[in-house]
């Protein structure tokens, strides 16, 4: 099982949308509505900012939203801020036995 | 509040034994998954396994399978991580989290461990 693909970088001025992709499979992606988003800042634990490909938990700034088509799902951040300066990792349920997998990360730069 | 609370950083020699640990409080610890997640330097994160406390029901990514193993102790809330012959390639961050199985999603982690393997 590989990891999902992800933008090694995408980045945007303060204000500006931006939008991450995460390409996998029928076998993951594609085949389930299991996929969640993850914010990474170095140094600190991962954060769940989208679940089930575009819920958002409790807390999350509703600037982050998700949405899926075939095997590719997609993470966009509106009214780019500061503080989303980040990694953003994608992950979905697998059928294979790997049974979860993450995507290859994704470094958002806010310019 | 739902905490995780990792072990501290570790330095070790290739060869040596090694375990991490977990601490989930806040929650019913028996009745939620706890997954480990890898992150090597300068790397993306990856999904290592997850582990049932109440039954101690474990799954391990293939790649990770026969390289590690992942325990629970539900008496005293924790989980672990461990490794009998350490190498220089198992140095990275490791993070456990909380797993839903039932949304598939990690919602709580922990602070991480730097584990360093070094001659």
């Known amino acids: 099982q590989s990891a999902l693909t992800q933008p090694a970088s995408v980045s945007g001025s303060p204000g500006q949308s931006i939008t991450i992709s995460c390409t996998g499979t029928?076998?993951?992606?594609?085949?389930?509505?299991?996929v969640s988003w993850y914010q990474h800042h170095p140094g600190k634990a991962p954060k769940l900012v989208i679940y089930?490909?575009?819920n958002r938990p409790s807390g999350v700034s509703n600037r982050f939203s998700g949405s899926k088509s075939g095997n590719t799902a997609s993470l966009t951040i509106f009214g780019l801020q500061a503080e989303d300066e980040a990694d953003y990792y994608c992950?979905?349920?697998?059928?294979?036995?790997?049974?979860?997998?993450f995507g290859t990360g994704t470094k958002v730069t806010v310019l | 509040e739902v905490q995780l609370v990792q072990s501290g950083a570790e330095v070790k020699k290739p060869g040596e034994s090694l375990k991490i640990s977990c601490k989930g409080s806040?929650?019913?610890?028996?009745?939620?998954?706890i997954a480990w997640v890898r992150q090597m330097p300068g790397k993306g994160l990856e999904w290592m396994g997850i582990?049932?406390?109440?039954?101690?029901?474990?799954t391990y990514s293939p790649s990770f399978q026969g390289q590690v193993t992942i325990s629970a102790d539900k008496s005293v809330s924790t989980a672990y991580l461990q490794w009998s012959s350490l190498k220089a390639s198992d140095t990275a961050m490791y993070y456990c989290?909380?797993?839903?199985?039932?949304?598939?999603?990690?919602?709580?982690w922990g602070q991480g461990t730097l584990v360093t393997v070094s001659s």
């Open positions: 989290a909380r797993h839903r199985k039932e949304k598939i999603i990690n919602d709580y």
């Open positions: 806040g929650y019913s610890f028996n009745n939620y998954w």
């Open positions: 582990i049932y406390p109440g039954d101690s029901d474990t």
């Open positions: 029928s076998s993951d992606v594609g085949g389930y509505n299991y």
């Open positions: 089930e490909v575009s």
């Open positions: 992950s979905s349920y697998t059928s294979s036995s790997t049974y979860y997998v």
